[in-house]
C-alpha cells in the first residue's frame, strides 16, 4: 500500500509508514486543535522533495512564517531554501462557496503538473456559510430546502471529485473539518457527506494544551491516539495512551 509521510518520525510510525496515497484523509476538530499544522507539515514534506502540492486555504491558515520554521527544523530531511519549497506548492484562496466551486472545476488543469498531494484545509468552511445563507435567505423567499439540496449536492461533488482523484491518479488528499456541539456530543460539518467519502478519519483535540490525535476510522488499523506537542518542526509525541 503507497503511503507519503506526514512530514513527522512520530505520526509516520503511529499512521504505520504514513498517509495512504489512494484515498481521502479527513482531520477534524475544533479551534486550535492542530489540523492547519498536520496539514502544512505533509505539504512541506512533499515540497522539500521537489514534488507538487495543491493546498487549498479557505480560512487564511496557509503561513509561509510557518513553512519556514518547518523547514529549517527538517526533521532529517534535506536541507532546502523554504523559498523553494513554497515555489512547489500551489495555493488557492477561495473566499465563498462560489470561488470554492470554481476552484475545484479548475483542479484537473493543475493536475498536469506532477501532483503529489493536495490539501483542502477548510473543506466545510464556506459551506457552513453558505448553507446558514440559503436556510436564513430562502425562508424569506420560500425555496430554503432547494438551495440548501443544492448546496448540499455541491459539496458531495466535490469530495467526490477529490476521491475519484485520488483513486484514479493515485494522489493522496487530506482535507480539515470542523465540528460542532449537538447534544453534548462533537460532530463533525458535512456529518455523512464527508464520512462516507473519507476512508481515514482522524480527530485532534486540545483538553487545555493538552493535543491528542485519535484515529476514529481507518480500513486496514484499528483505533489508537497519540499525545503530541506542536513545535516549530512540526509535530511530535509527548506519550502514548
Not at 46 to 63: L, P, Y
Not at 112 to 128: A, F, N, P, Q
Not at 206 to 222: A, I, T
Amino acid at each position: 500500500m503507497a503511503k507519503i509521510s506526514a512530514g513527522s518520525f512520530d505520526l509516520n510510525k503511529w499512521l504505520s509508514g504514513g498517509y495512504d496515497s489512494d484515498i481521502i484523509t479527513t482531520i477534524y476538530g475544533g479551534p486550535g486543535t492542530g489540523k492547519t499544522n498536520l496539514c502544512l507539515l505533509a505539504a512541506v514534506s512533499q515540497a522539500k522533495k521537489g514534488n507538487k502540492v495543491i493546498f487549498m486555504d479557505t480560512e487564511g491558515g496557509f503561513s509561509s512564517e510557518r513553512v519556514k520554521q518547518m523547514t529549517a527544523n527538517g526533521n532529517g530531511d534535506k536541507e532546502m531554501d523554504w523559498n523553494e519549497v513554497l515555489k512547489n506548492i500551489f495555493i488557492l484562496k477561495p473566499t465563498n462557496f462560489d470561488e470554492q466551486k470554481k476552484a475545484f472545476d479548475q483542479l484537473l488543469k493543475y493536475l498536469k503538473d506532477e501532483i503529489s498531494l493536495i490539501v483542502v484545509d477548510g473543506m466545510t468552511m464556506l459551506y457552513r456559510l453558505e448553507f446558514a445563507d440559503a436556510r436564513e435567505n430562502g425562508k424569506a423567499n420560500g425555496d430554503d430546502l432547494e438551495r440548501i439540496q443544492k448546496v448540499n449536492a455541491e459539496l458531495t461533488r466535490q469530495m467526490r471529485l477529490l476521491a475519484e482523484i485520488s483513486r484514479k491518479r493515485n494522489i493522496p488528499v487530506i482535507v480539515t473539518n470542523q465540528i460542532y456541539n449537538w447534544e453534548n456530543e462533537n460532530r463533525m460539518v458535512g456529518g455523512d457527506i464527508l464520512k462516507y467519502w473519507s476512508k481515514c478519519l482522524i480527530e485532534l483535540e486540545n483538553d487545555r494544551g493538552r493535543r491528542c490525535v485519535y484515529l476514529r476510522k481507518h480500513r486496514s488499523m484499528e483505533e489508537k491516539s497519540l499525545v503530541f506537542q506542536i513545535w516549530d518542526g512540526g509535530v511530535r509525541k509527548r506519550g502514548w495512551i
